[in-house]
């Protein structure tokens, strides 16, 4: 194994790179350059705003043309400051801010807000000088939130570098917006609501500070419970994807994006100088990373509420508790409309319901308790009705009649706020009277909506979120095993094609290509006369299908290049040569190579189409949907981003109108969704898998209850002359098999190494039961039960991982008296947040596989891996007692130093050069002992 040199364990780079974004919301000292006496100006109000809320700070004018700026004295340059700078707040015209980030640069400030607007909002000139500021940032490690921005709040340690009116009440809520203009109208509505921020920020054009990097420092902010964003264009489709994916499990990421519209999408982009690509994509994309996705604003900060103050529900099934029976039929139409479901009232909650409400009660739900209900058969029906197993959620209506006391019931509920386990909402309708009411509920924790249909609504938005992280992190199957794929096969299929100067794979080829990746194709033969088709025709038995074989023609049936249902050789080579002539006839002689051979195909089950395009922003997108010749037609279609795992695949299928007939419809059989899972899972692994292809249909794929079947197929193909490199990738990282590798341990027996998956949660329960106690704590530095370290939501986290973020491997074998397969042992290096060249790593092993090389075989790929992943420096935190841990480490390069302040060794790694010498690192393919 080489060894690498070692860093200096005093320089701490991650210390520095932590500190970047909190340069920009937790200054100690801010430049204004621009500042300016001149009223209405934005140089002053921003001087003003610093000021006038403390931050704990000092703040710097810099303006070389006055020797003060609102009594402050002035600086003619950021370098001349006699204090280290923070954070520079610029406000100078756009072709003097090149200069400036370079002024800053050199001074060594890690943080800058752009206020200036023209830049590539303007056109090519304004996005030559964005270049030029970037390089200038990147030179000196600087991080730039703009430019064309409000600037950045953060209410709880009080900073105000914008030019806004007022300071934002401190509170939980995140608040990322790509339009300044309605960051201060929400600013002013805060107001009037009492809705306070932990963040207030413009995020302006996204010249460097993106959405993926502001969500992932606000998913660290204890003070922040939920994140909102106005967002117009999504910039780095990849950083947001990465973030969102992490940081939903735990806040609540809500967006309004516009342009559903085409003309809202162009409005965008003159806005903000961005794409906005396909609304329809976008959808796909924030459903596979746990966004809620909203249309108007204020579902924007109702979900914001609610989601930081319930608990999420566990189902679609609302109970309505209400004094009037309008209200709840409101309620009900705008419950189902959204996609949830009204409750049923069990038989054990219907007799104690009849216990003690008037006999003339609904007697079911919505539950109307009548007119003249009072505070305690309001808080009796509603601590009935929640612990009811049939219930997900509560919404409690109260309309202002004589006999109603709205306050007196309000403190009546108020302790059901968190006691339920179970969502619970209210909807004080009325006017002076109720607001007593509305603020004790509010304060207690139980949001409140001025109509019940908007409440109806909102917990229809709660389960959306809960049902769509649950699919996302829901323990799919293994669809393929890696020895089933032949990716050889298929990149030599594509390689011959690019090799002729061809962007089109012939049918032929295009089925050869699904075959590899194991997707069942109808027998199809090649013929390129017609004795030679007669004779195939012959050997697959009639009736048979001819179709043209060409290499330039795609779409055969709109040349009159498919024939359908021939009974006999003699229609065979009629239709042979029939479409010889007519292709020859209006086209050329090139475009006609033959014809192919199929049998015709009883059409008894399901036509469905397959495909995946690409999408100027996501990359390849996952189309399923009807199929047949109809398909533009019908329009019914789910997008996805590849790759899927099983249960992805299923949710994609369930948003389809035709998933339905799969279950049976009329007398017939189900079709094997199993498989048909599987089989997406296996097309969205090509699509990732193989850069080249730029189009790809399945259509129709023939699904019925006995078999799935593509009966047609068409490959497009990247220009043969573009550059690898320069081909569009996945927006989420597929897994990556380039890290596979067959080893022996100390004894010979054969062991895999691998990169994890989501299927593996059933496999890592059964490892963490073989771990002791001692080895519990040597890894995670304090006991854990083995029920804490297996529950669902633990693993997701360590199986559902981003491969771009961390990397864990397993070293897997198969056990030897069952034949199933086991973990041995498990390492991980995940990156620190704001050091991307930067990793820890950890190495776990089962308990009865210790002692015997494991250790020393999973640290030793992880570096290669890391190597690989362009990462430079590798760290570690390791107990003082953990001396097979430290003796791995320091054999394998690492230096170690004893904390006394932390009680661990520090292990640290320097991939940067690799000057120490050694063997180099093996190929991952090839095998060695530990």
């Known amino acids: 194994m080489k060894k690498f040199k070692n860093t200096d364990p005093a320089h701490d780079i991650l210390g520095y790179e932590r500190r970047q974004l909190d340069t920009i919301f937790r200054p100690e000292n801010v430049a204004v350059i621009g500042a300016s006496e001149r009223v209405g100006s934005v140089g002053r109000t921003i001087m003003w705003n610093l000021i006038s809320n403390p931050f704990g700070g000092t703040v710097f004018p810099v303006n070389p043309k006055r020797p003060n700026v609102l009594g402050i004295k002035t600086y003619p340059s950021v370098g001349e400051i006699p204090a280290d700078v923070d954070l520079a707040v610029i406000v100078s015209p756009a072709p003097t801010v090149p200069g400036i980030i370079r002024e800053c640069a050199d001074a060594g400030v890690p943080g800058a807000i752009i206020i200036s607007a023209g830049f590539k909002e303007v056109g090519p000139e304004g996005a030559r000088l964005e270049e030029e500021v970037l390089a200038e940032a990147r030179r000196g490690r600087m991080r730039i939130i703009g430019p064309n921005c409000l600037g950045v709040m953060a209410p709880n340690t009080g900073l105000n570098a914008t030019f806004a009116g007022a300071m934002a009440q401190p509170g939980r809520v995140g608040f990322l917006s790509q339009s300044g203009a309605l960051l201060t109208a929400i600013l002013d509505r805060s107001f009037r609501e009492n809705v306070g921020f932990s963040a207030f920020v413009s995020v302006g054009s996204m010249m460097d500070v993106g959405w993926g990097d502001l969500i992932y420092y606000l998913g660290d902010d204890p003070k922040t419970h939920s994140i909102v ?10 950083s947001f994807l990465s973030a969102a994916r992490e940081v939903a499990l735990t806040k609540p990421i809500i967006v309004i994006k516009p342009g559903r519209t085409e003309a809202a999408s162009l409005a965008a982009a003159s806005h903000t100088g961005s794409l906005t ?19 108007t604003i204020s579902e924007l900060f109702n979900m914001a509420e609610v989601l930081s103050k319930q ?58 308790i009548l007119g003249d209900a009072d505070p305690e058969r309001y808080a009796k029906t509603l601590e009935t009705a929640a612990a009811d ?52 509920l509010n304060g207690a924790g139980i ?121 006999d050789e003699d229609e065979v080579r009629e239709a042979y040569s029939g479409m010889e002539a007519s292709i020859k006839e209006h086209f050329s002689g090139d475009d006609f190579i033959g014809v192919t051979v199929q049998p015709m195909v009883k059409l008894d089950g399901y036509e469905v189409i397959v495909g995946s395009s690409l999408d100027p922003q996501f990359g390849p997108v996952l189309l399923f949907g009807s199929g047949g010749s109809l398909v533009e037609v019908y329009r019914d279609r789910a997008l996805a981003l590849p790759p899927l795992n099983t249960t992805l695949a299923r949710r994609m299928m369930e948003r389809t109108k035709i998933s339905e007939a799969f279950a049976g419809v009329r007398g017939r059989d189900p079709v094997d969704t199993d498989s048909l899972e599987k089989l997406m899972v296996r097309f969205s692994q ?33 220009d043969p002359d573009s550059e690898e ?27 895999t190494i691998r990169p994890i998956r989501p299927e593996d949660e059933p496999l890592m329960v059964a490892f963490h039961g073989t771990l002791s106690e001692q080895s519990v704590y040597m890894r995670y530095f304090h006991a854990m039960n083995l029920d804490t370290r297996t529950a669902h939501d633990r693993l997701t986290r360590i199986c559902f991982i981003d491969y771009d973020r961390e990397m864990a491997l397993v070293a897997e074998r198969k056990n030897p008296e069952s034949g199933e397969s086991e973990i ?74 004893r904390d006394t302040e932390e009680m661990v060794m520090k292990a640290d790694l320097d991939l940067g050069s690799g000057e120490s010498g050694g063997a180099p690192l093996r190929p991952l393919r090839e095998s060695g002992k530990a």
């Open 229 to 238: 964003v106005y967002m117009e264009s999504i910039g780095d489709a990849k």
């Open 277 to 295: 690509g396909s609304d329809e994509v976008l959808d796909a994309a924030f459903r596979r990373s746990g966004v809620l996705r909203v249309n």
């Open 311 to 368: 608990p999420r529900p566990k189902g679609p099934r609302l109970t309505v508790v209400t004094n009037a029976g309008g209200p709840g039929v409101i309620a009900t139409d705008a419950l189902i409309s959204n996609g949830g479901e009204l409750s049923e009232v069990s038989p054990e909650t219907m007799e104690k319901l009849n216990g003690f409400l008037p006999a003339p009660w609904s007697h079911n739900n919505p539950i109307d």
């Open 389 to 440: 197993p049939e219930s997900d959620g509560l919404l409690v209506v109260l309309t202002p009649q004589d006999m109603t006391d709205p306050t007196a019931t309000a403190d009546a509920l108020a302790p059901y706020a968190r006691s339920t386990g179970k969502p619970v909402l209210a909807s004080w309708m009325g006017g002076p009277d109720i607001a007593a009411g509305t603020s004790i």
């Open 447 to 567: 949001p409140t909506f001025d109509y019940p249909d908007t409440a109806a609504e909102a917990f229809t938005n709660m389960w959306r979120y809960t049902d769509n992280l649950r699919g996302i992190y829901q323990t799919p199957q293994l669809a393929a095993g890696d020895d089933e794929i032949n990716r050889d096969r298929a990149e030599e299929i594509v390689s011959e094609a690019r090799n002729s100067g061809r962007t089109l794979l012939t049918e032929y080829e295009s089925k050869e290509l699904l075959g590899a990746y194991g997707v069942p194709t109808v027998e199809t033969r090649v013929a390129q006369s017609a004795d030679e088709a007669a004779k195939h025709a012959t050997d697959i038995g009639y009736p048979v299908v001819l179709k043209l074989h060409s290499e330039t023609i795609t779409h055969k049936m709109d040349v009159g290049g498919v024939r359908l249902g021939l009974a």
């Open 686 to 718: 090509l699509v990732v898998e193989q850069p080249w292809i730029k189009e790809l249909d399945i259509n129709p794929l023939l699904a019925s209850p006995e078999r799935l079947l593509a009966l047609d197929a068409r490959v497009v193909l990247h």
């Open 725 to 751: 490199s320069e081909l569009p990738g996945a927006a989420i990282r597929p897994y990556p098999t380039q890290y596979i590798s067959r080893e022996e341990d100390k004894n010979g027996e054969e062991i």
């Open 824 to 897: 041995m042992g498990v390492g991980r290096l995940s990156r620190h947040g704001y050091a991307p060249g930067e990793a820890e790593f950890s190495v776990l092993v089962s308990d009865p596989f210790q002692r015997k090389g494991l250790g020393t075989l999973l640290l030793s790929h992880l570096l290669e891996v890391g190597e690989s992943e362009g990462l430079h420096r590798i760290t570690a935190d390791i107990l003082f007692d953990n001396r097979p841990m430290q003796n791995i480490s320091r054999n394998l390069g690492f230096t170690l130093r």
